[in-house]
């Protein structure tokens, strides 16, 4: 009879033990919700924008510094701005902040003179407003947002360019819009610029549109698309692609073995002889002086990149590698034990594996967060308001 008791109370833990294991598992990352919708991308947690910050942290409380226009008072220390919050994205055009409550609800707040926040007003919005609902993922663009939803649709508006589309390829016509406009389905992610957008559809194929003199489209031609139009990839051997990256005529993919491709002007950047500029590609093309790459973060004139390892790299010219704008570097190598990196046009962030947070580059509105507006050189440690006793 002991023995039976023995056995019956060692079943009912290990049944209790699997049970936690199944729940730790399946709670763990990112999981359909009880629909089946697709996940909130939570891979955003950081998020560097013309001259502001924007940070998720550990509780899903989000801070903010520098001029974000948040309640118009620019701050060079964290600012508290909501809790709850899953995902988040800045724009590189103005002060505009976006977020992603963990309800799918998208929030916006900041410059909206060309409706980049869902609605038209000459002076900032200084507190986040809800813009959608049931969205997984956000392009903030360059004053033309792009925003995911749980049914895989593609939405954007804001400012008139060609990365929105429009009726004659390349130019920019027609007006801008506050209220969402759908662009296409079954899509996974996106990223957009001034000049172009890039968007990853469930099948793997990444359809293209806007201005294409670069061959920022990799289509294989110069010729612009006002609408989305399938790229040729073939370069990436069927090889699933995994993050996107877009400056003004210039784009970038990762797959999943950490492959980088670079196409368009993206090509004329990489690193080389001082001076010297590689011709623009209009097909994707391998970049051989790095691998194992986790993401890639895109500066005015610089690109930050965090390999698999942890390691943290930089190439380009300007302050985020701090060298003199006459020629592009060869990669640099600024830290290890980095989880996540963000990219402002002139300012970079990492946040580390213990949890720590670390900017450097242009300050002048307070965007690295070290309490000064001072440009820094060399990464600074971003310190946080201690909790109120």
């Given amino acids: 009879m002991r023995n039976r008791l023995l056995l019956s109370i060692a079943f009912a833990v290990a049944c209790v033990l699997v049970f936690i294991l199944f729940f730790w598992k399946t709670t763990d990352g990112d999981l359909p919700d009880a629909a089946g919708h697709p996940a909130i991308t939570r891979d955003t947690r950081l998020a560097a924008g013309l001259k502001h910050s924007l940070y998720i942290d550990g509780k899903g409380q989000l801070w903010t510094w520098g001029d974000s226009r948040y309640r118009n008072r620019p701050s060079a220390v964290p600012v508290k701005v909501?809790?709850?919050?899953?995902?988040?994205?800045?724009?590189?055009?103005?002060?505009?902040?976006?977020?992603?409550?963990?309800?799918?609800?998208?929030?916006?707040?900041?410059?909206?003179?060309?409706?980049?926040?869902?609605?038209?007003?000459?002076?900032?919005?200084?507190?986040?407003?809800?813009?959608?609902?049931?969205?997984?993922?956000?392009?903030?663009?360059?004053?033309?947002?792009?925003?995911?939803?749980?049914?895989?649709?593609?939405?954007?508006?804001?400012?008139?360019?060609?990365?929105?589309?429009?009726?004659?390829?390349?130019?920019?016509?027609?007006?801008?819009?506050?209220?969402?406009?759908?662009?296409?389905?079954l899509v996974q992610r996106v990223s957009s610029s001034a000049t172009h957008t890039l968007a990853l559809r469930?099948?793997?194929?990444?359809?293209?549109?806007?201005?294409?003199?670069?061959?920022?489209?990799?289509?294989?031609?110069?010729?612009?698309?006002?609408?989305?139009?399938?790229?040729?990839?073939?370069a990436l051997q069927s090889k699933p692609i995994v993050k996107l990256a877009t400056k003004n005529h210039a784009s970038f993919a990762i797959t999943e073995d950490g492959s980088l491709y670079a196409w368009g002007y993206a090509n004329a950047s990489l690193p080389g002889k001082e001076n010297a500029a590689l011709p623009p590609k209009t097909l994707p093309v391998k970049v051989d002086f790095i691998d194992r790459v986790a993401d890639i973060a895109l500066g005015e004139e610089s690109a930050l990149i965090l390999k698999k390892d942890g390691s943290v790299w930089a190439y380009g010219a300007g302050p985020v590698v701090q060298t003199a704008k006459t020629g592009w570097t060869k990669p640099v190598h600024l830290m290890d034990d980095a989880v996540e990196i963000a990219c402002g046009p002139r300012h970079a962030l990492v946040l580390k594996k213990d949890g720590s947070l670390w900017s450097w580059g242009d300050n002048e509105a307070g965007q690295l967060g070290d309490g000064t507006t001072g440009n820094r050189a060399e990464p600074v440690r971003i310190r946080f308001p201690k909790p109120a006793s």
């Fill in 202 to 234: 469930e099948d793997r194929s990444l359809w293209v549109w806007g201005t294409n003199d670069s061959g920022a489209l990799a289509t294989g031609s110069h010729t612009a698309q006002n609408r989305p139009y399938k790229a040729d990839i073939a």
């Fill in 82 to 185: 909501a809790d709850n919050a899953c995902a988040v994205a800045a724009g590189d055009a103005s002060a505009t902040s976006f977020y992603i409550a963990c309800d799918g609800t998208l929030y916006g707040w900041g410059d909206s003179e060309v409706g980049q926040i869902g609605l038209f007003s000459e002076t900032p919005v200084i507190e986040p407003m809800p813009i959608l609902s049931g969205i997984t993922g956000i392009s903030p663009g360059h004053d033309t947002p792009f925003a995911i939803d749980t049914a895989s649709i593609l939405w954007t508006w804001g400012k008139v360019s060609p990365s929105r589309g429009e009726d004659v390829p390349g130019e920019e016509t027609g007006e801008p819009i506050a209220e969402p406009r759908k662009v296409m389905e």
